[in-house]
């Protein structure tokens, strides 16, 4: 339900502005608009790089576990795991789109993108950016790098789990309840970690259109 709900949220964010600025000349947003943009899509995003960590071990529980699963996924435990998401998630948003927007621009105001994205914002910057790209790095380490560590650990044993099950059927089961999951958490985290592990180089820039794009639509689509 909080997947969906963010996928929704997340696509809702940017994409009618864009098919607004597509539709006809005026190819503007309201510094308010940006702004809210801004906000709500590094919220969304960091909430549901932290979601995919949880739902992975949430899979690895019910494979790996599956006598205790109800026992250790309670509902206080899983509500608590969604509430550590959602406020990590709108607090490295908090801290990221302040510093963000308030970046000196000496008049520049055509955003060389369909949304108000972060890299594009600091590409925009008419000073010296290190030090921001290195506060990016470090929150994008704990924000995205963290939780995708700990997927592939979990999926790890969720592999070794599932070679050691006797049967073909129960081996085909659990990889279909798994492999779904795993192939978008490879589209949605690829396009993040090159996007935000490197905000500030221009030579993505074209490239960085195309995957924000792509994790801003196709990635909630196959979800």
Known sequence: THLSFLDLSFTTSSIP???YNLSGRDKTISYTGCAIQLFL??????VECLLLAVMAYDRF???CKPL???????PCLCLALVSVAWGCGVANSLAMSPITLHLPRCGHRSVDHFLCEMPALIRLACVNTAAIEGTVFVLAVGIVLSPLVFILVSYGHIVRAVLSIQ????RHKAFNTCG???????????NIVYMYMQPGNSA?????????LFYNIVTPLLN
Do not use: N, R
């Not at 779904?180 to 690829?190: A, D, I, K, P, R």
């Not at 993505?204 to 924000?212: E, N, P, R």
């Open 41 to 46: 899509f590094l919220a969304l995003g960091g």
């Open 68 to 74: 205790e699963y109800m026992a250790i996924m309670s």
């Open 167 to 170: 049967s073909s059927s129960g």
């Open 204 to 212: 993505s820039q074209d490239q960085g259109k195309f995957l924000t």
């Open 61 to 63: 529980v019910a494979i």
């Open 180 to 190: 779904s999951h795993l192939t978008v958490v490879s589209l949605f985290y690829g």
């Open 17 to 19: 502005q864009l098919l």
